[in-house]
Nanobody, 124 residues
Framework: QVQLVESGGGLVQAGESLRLSCAAS????????MAWYRQAPGKQRELVAS???????EYADSVKGRFAISRDNAKNTVFLQMNSPKPEDTGVYSC??????????????????WGQGTQVTVSA
């Protein structure tokens, strides 16, 4: 099995930095892209940032220059550094990991996994 465990969410004031972490564990053979999504109340889930296995990053226009995504391949962990957050950044942040894992001793499978989500609330 594979598990994604997120941490780092909470309540912060606008401008106060926050760092989210998402650690993948289990029978993992390799990880491709890792990403952070968020869903604000009453809105659809949107991609915030992604990072490939080679370190190439992409960001939503709304967070460019303020957020930074990074990964620690040795620890199967992806981070989201949120600098200068704004009230409109409030939402449930979830990590998504594209990986290959071993369901059985003699098989492997490529699959997307999601974290449980962590609430980020930015007050004005």
């Amino acid at each position: 099995q594979v598990q994604l465990v997120e941490s780092g969410g909470g309540l912060v004031q606008a401008g106060e930095s926050l760092r989210l972490s998402c650690a993948a564990s289990g029978s993992i053979l390799g990880i491709f892209a890792m990403a952070w999504y968020r869903q604000a109340p009453g809105k659809q889930r949107e991609l915030v940032a992604s990072i490939t296995s080679s370190g190439r990053t992409e960001y939503a226009d709304s967070v460019k220059g303020r957020f930074a995504i990074s990964r620690d391949n040795a620890k199967n962990t992806v981070f989201l550094q949120m600098n200068s957050p704004k009230p409109e950044d409030t939402g449930v942040y979830s990590c998504n990991v594209d990986l290959v894992w071993r369901p059985t001793m003699f098989s492997s499978k490529r699959e997307d996994f999601w974290g449980q989500g962590t609430q980020v609330t930015v007050s004005a």
